[in-house]
């Protein structure tokens, strides 16, 4: 059973571009959070959501950031016109929502862009 | 608010026990989470304790809880060189369902 994957793992764009992070969850995993995690920081939240739903975004910035987990493929993490303070490593964890208030969410790798 | 504290670094000798403290803020935390990141990899979920509990142990790892403090601990038993990594404390919230995570502990063992 494959756990969650990521990619692109390392992303390099300049400022102006836009990037496109990509999570698999696990299998059977239809819950999907994204972290982001800047040097020497601890991970903060950005986004939950389901297939074809967005539960919770408070953890995005208003502008520039977007998210989408579609009914067929991966969930994408989509940042416009890419700043230097968006380097960072993203990650992404699935969970199988065991019950309403039990869960645990599984790490991928990260892809750690970084904005030149 | 969410708030969640740990010491930055730890450093021990091989074979010794580590503790890694951690505090958080939210008395309604429902379960409280110890991660386990190696350099330039994602995080491993070591062990969690839900807040009813006061303590858990699994294998070398034992997790305290003291509710009343907000205060968290993950004792390492028999530490070795491959412990070497950072480790997050992350809390959750009842009924919510993301992770609140600190900013991580650098456990660096020594041979």
């Known amino acids: 059973n494959a756990g969650v994957m990521q990619n692109p793992r390392h992303l390099v764009r300049r400022r102006g571009q836009e990037a496109r992070l990509r999570c698999s969850p696990m299998k059977g995993h239809s819950h999907v959070y994204w972290y982001r995690q800047l040097p020497e920081e601890g991970l903060k939240f950005m986004v939950y959501l389901q297939k074809e739903n967005i539960i919770d975004e408070s953890g995005m910035p208003k502008e520039r950031f977007s998210a989408e987990f579609p009914k067929e493929g991966p969930s994408i993490l989509r940042i416009q016109q890419v700043v230097r303070g968006d380097s960072a490593a993203y990650f992404c964890a699935s969970s199988p929502r065991i019950h309403d208030s039990s869960y645990e969410q599984y790490f991928g790798p990260g892809t750690r862009l970084t904005v030149t | 608010g969410e708030d969640v504290e740990q010491s930055l670094f730890l450093s021990v000798r091989e074979g010794d026990s580590s503790v890694i403290n951690c505090t958080y803020t939210d008395s309604s935390s429902t379960y409280l989470y110890w991660y386990k990141q190696e350099p330039g990899a994602g995080l491993q979920l070591l062990t969690y304790i839900f807040s009813n509990m006061d303590m858990k142990q699994d294998q070398r790892l034992t997790v305290l809880l003291n509710k009343k403090d907000k205060h968290l601990s993950l004792r390492i038993a028999d530490t070795q060189t491959g412990d070497s990594a950072i480790y997050f404390c992350?809390?959750?919230?009842?009924?919510?369902?993301?992770?609140?995570f600190g900013k991580g502990t650098m456990l660096l063992v020594s041979p």
């Open positions: 992350a809390e959750s919230l009842s009924g919510y369902s993301t992770l609140t």
